[in-house]
């Protein structure tokens, strides 16, 4: 048994391990094959994988508009609002900062209007508290109607399924590759995390413009906030827009799974429970292929291509995500009349919070397409 795994998407019918253009690596039990890609940043390619998954995604929030036609959009707008937060919690402590500094340059402090501002911040914090209780509470809510809707997809599927149907279903959703209506739900919120992150990234920018005094100056902070980000999406190691396949070649691994289908094939079940011996057997051999594999790492493909990122690509990205804060001293200590200490403190931090968010944003936009391409596409439609 060679369990294989499959971007279904991306891998076409010409697609072949033995064609010259392909690159083979062993990536911990998997031999994964990969079309070599030239371009640096195959634009084309993502392109074509978002024109795949937009249908899906439109189709989705169509049907949970229907199932829960108060609680999704309030659950949807819970959680855009929730990704700006931090920036509206930045903005009303730079306020606060502000008004101290301007106390301490005047001699005087206006306790009042301090008083006020410490006050808000921490009223916003709880109700920020008060908002992500309801929208736990309504995301429980959703994603129950929603796993029960597929559900009874499913079941009714199974039922009115002529025999043919049933055994097609039963080999297209194996054990390898089971349809999860938990999953639906998570995948859509990974999506929905993205965009979220799309609105924070804006706000984020819109609050830095603030902070700034020409516009200039807006696009060298927006150019140093992009560089680390986006140069680290190019260079770090991704099957994201590559055609790949992979298949296990580890004996150990694949007995090991093996022995799984055996356990837990009905057709077997009588025969292991009515002899011991046959159980004992099994447990043992497959101690001794856990213990045969050893540390070899079953873990995604795609999971596992992306910690090939070298040590120097770290140490750059580090560098680079330092640009802006070093633009930043340097614009104070040569021009300190344009600065105040409030400002200072908080562009760079502001900067950072950018950067992270970018990072994060990316990072999400991998996760969603991966889990789209799992949990949905290999099912679409059902």
């Keep these: 048994m060679s369990p294989d795994v499959k ?43 978002i024109e795949i998954l937009l249908p899906i995604f439109k189709r989705l929030t169509y049907d949970f508009l229907t199932l829960a036609p108060i609680f999704f959009p309030l659950l949807c707008l819970q959680m855009m609002f929730l990704r700006v937060v931090p920036t509206l919690k930045w903005h009303l402590l ?49 994603q129950t109607r929603i796993v029960q809707h597929f559900e ?37 919120r990974c999506a929905l995390q993205a965009l979220g992150r799309v609105l924070s990234i804006l706000a984020q920018l819109s609050y830095i413009t603030t902070l700034v005094d020409t516009k200039k100056e807006l696009l060298i902070y927006v150019i140093l906030f992009l560089i680390k980000p986006f140069t680290k999406d190019l260079l770090q190691p991704s099957l994201w827009d590559k055609p790949w396949t992979a298949t296990s070649t580890n004996p150990s691994f694949n007995r090991m799974e093996s022995l799984k289908s055996i356990a837990s094939d009905y057709k077997y079940k009588q025969e292991t429970i009515s002899n011991g011996k046959i159980t004992e057997y099994l447990v043992e051999e497959y101690g001794k292929a856990r213990q045969s594999l050893g540390d070899a790492s079953a873990s995604y493909p795609p999971a596992q291509y992306a910690t090939r990122e070298r040590v120097e690509l770290g140490i750059v990205s580090a560098l680079l995500g330092d640009l802006h804060m070093f633009y930043c001293f340097a614009s104070a200590v040569l021009r300190p009349s344009r600065f105040i200490l409030s400002k200072v403190l908080m562009l760079p931090k502001a900067g950072d919070l950018l950067v992270e968010e970018i990072d994060e944003f990316l990072e999400d936009l991998h996760n969603t397409h991966q889990q789209f391409d799992k949990n949905l596409v290999p099912f679409w439609p059902l």
């Design 7 to 49: 971007d279904l998407k991306t891998a076409n019918e010409n697609f072949s391990p033995a064609d010259p253009s392909v690159e083979t690596l062993q990536l911990g039990v998997w031999k994964v094959s990969i079309a070599k890609n030239p371009a640096v940043l195959n634009l084309k390619a993502r392109w074509h994988k």
């Design 94 to 142: 730079n306020r606060s900062l502000f008004l101290i500094e301007a106390g301490l340059t005047q001699g005087r402090f206006d306790t009042r209007t301090i008083a006020l501002a410490v006050a808000a911040h921490t009223t916003f914090g709880c109700l920020i508290a008060i908002l992500e209780y309801w929208r736990n509470q309504f995301e429980h809510i959703v």
């Design 152 to 188: 009874g997809i499913l079941f009714k599927l199974k039922v009115t399924a002529d025999l043919r149907m049933a055994k097609e279903f039963k080999n297209e959703n194996n054990e390898k590759n089971p349809l999860n209506v938990q999953d639906v739900w998570y995948t859509y």
